[in-house]
């Protein structure tokens, strides 16, 4: 038997050492599975109720069950589960505390509190309503119970397909734009839920609403924003640099990736092609610049800059990002400090050296191959 604990409300408890916050009482009652545990309920009124319960080990089944007739659809739950509080996923069922997922509680907790003043704790739809509950609830209902039966009204119209998530990737506009679309069998649609074909009018498609909302909160933690049926990232964000390097690679896990021409021109350039240019000069000089993979002049000052503050990758402004970390670029910036070039505070690539430093230039470039 372990201390015992006092509920408040959903982010105020106490335990034996002091105040605890609602995600530290989850890591206990996940600790103390196949334990019992007092728990003592606390009112606002100080009235106080103690309470022996045990964890289950055990994965808390589900036990809904369809019937009907011409008219109505009853759903009903065989064994219903109050939950200890509201915004936490614990059901208790006999002073048994079963320990569900957020996800599973999102799901189940609407229904609760339909059926929460409901004595014989059933829902009744009205069949000619049926398709527009069908398409939010079965599905719902299915990530909770993977075995539920499906009422014979309704079984012979049901597409129950595997998902199947669709990323098309477009640069346009200084933006990465994806087009997100699912697919479940032949049946294709986006953000607007217009279906490509058309869903036929009786059908009814159970969708992993879950995975979907999974899918779109990703690009929205990405950095991505969303506007009507697609999501746009500007490539002046700093989760642009980000997408472009790691979080691409990602999309590939969650579904099938396609680009469009303009998207593949976005380059990620890890060995730059350093070109440099000597000419003669008057009084034993010599004019010397230089080009970086085509990069305007413009932009070679901000890039050294970002060698110097020991930045890994800098965003070109046609999209493409070049690595700075262990490459030609940093050796190429050493070689420029030794001639005294400070490029940080120039906007031009060019500058006269002497031939003492033409010898030393000379064999930089042999040894790094340089152009």
């Known amino acids: 038997m372990v201390d015992d604990f006092s509920i408040y409300d959903s982010d105020f408890f106490n335990g034996p050492d002091g105040f605890i916050s609602s995600n530290q009482f989850m890591k206990i009652l996940y600790s103390l599975k196949g334990q019992n545990i007092n728990?003592?309920?606390?009112?606002?009124?100080?009235?106080e109720n103690l309470i022996n319960y045990y964890i289950s080990e055990k994965k808390y089944n589900f036990n809904?069950?369809?019937?009907?007739?011409?008219?109505?659809?009853?759903?009903?739950?065989?064994?219903?589960?109050?939950?200890?509080?509201?915004?936490?996923?614990?059901?208790?069922?006999?002073?048994?505390?079963?320990?569900?997922?957020?996800?599973?509680l999102e799901i189940y907790k609407p229904i609760y509190e339909l059926l929460k003043n409901k004595e014989n704790k059933e829902i009744i739809f009205e069949?000619?309503?049926?398709?527009?509950?069908?398409?939010?609830?079965?599905?719902?209902?299915?990530?909770?119970?993977?075995?539920?039966?499906?009422?014979?009204?309704?079984?012979?119209?049901?597409?129950n397909?595997?998902?199947?998530?669709?990323?098309?990737?477009d640069y346009e506009n200084n933006k990465i734009i994806i087009f997100l679309s699912f697919k479940y069998g032949n049946y294709i649609f986006n953000l607007d839920n217009n279906f490509n074909p058309e869903l036929p009018k009786d059908y009814i498609?159970?969708?992993?609403?879950?995975?979907?909302?999974?899918?779109?909160?990703?690009?929205?933690?990405s950095g991505f924003k969303k506007n009507y049926n697609i999501f746009y990232l500007n490539n002046d964000d700093d989760n642009y640099i980000n997408f472009i390097t790691k979080n691409i690679y990602e999309l590939k896990k969650l579904g099938a990736v396609y680009y469009s021409k303009n998207f593949k021109n976005i380059k990620f350039i890890s060995q730059p092609q350093i070109k440099i240019i000597i000419k003669n000069s008057e009084k034993n000089?010599?004019?010397?610049?230089?080009?970086?993979?085509?990069?305007?002049?413009?932009?070679?000052?901000?890039?050294?800059?970002?060698?110097?503050?020991?930045?890994?990758?800098?965003?070109?402004?046609?999209?493409?990002?070049l690595e700075l970390k262990d490459n030609k670029n940093n050796k190429f910036y050493k070689l420029l400090e030794t001639l005294d070039f400070d490029l940080t505070n120039k906007k031009e690539n060019k500058i006269k050296i002497s031939n003492v430093n033409a010898i030393f230039l000379s064999k930089y470039l042999e040894k790094d191959n340089v152009e």
């Open 285 to 321: 000089l010599l004019d010397f610049s230089f080009k970086i993979n085509n990069i305007s002049d413009n932009e070679l000052s901000e890039i050294f800059s970002s060698i110097n503050n020991k930045k890994e990758y800098y965003h070109l402004k046609n999209g493409s990002i």
């Open 127 to 159: 069949i000619n309503n049926l398709k527009n509950v069908a398409h939010y609830l079965l599905p719902n209902l299915k990530l909770l119970q993977n075995d539920l039966i499906l009422p014979k009204t309704i079984e012979k119209n049901i597409i």
């Open 64 to 104: 809904f069950k369809f019937s009907h007739n011409d008219e109505i659809l009853n759903l009903k739950i065989n064994n219903y589960s109050k939950l200890l509080i509201d915004d936490l996923p614990i059901l208790i069922e006999n002073n048994i505390l079963y320990l569900i997922t957020f996800d599973q």
């Open 161 to 169: 397909q595997e998902l199947e998530v669709n990323f098309h990737l």
């Open 205 to 221: 498609l159970i969708r992993n609403e879950l995975k979907e909302k999974n899918i779109e909160e990703y690009l929205l933690m």
């Open 39 to 47: 728990i003592k309920h606390k009112s606002y009124y100080n009235s």
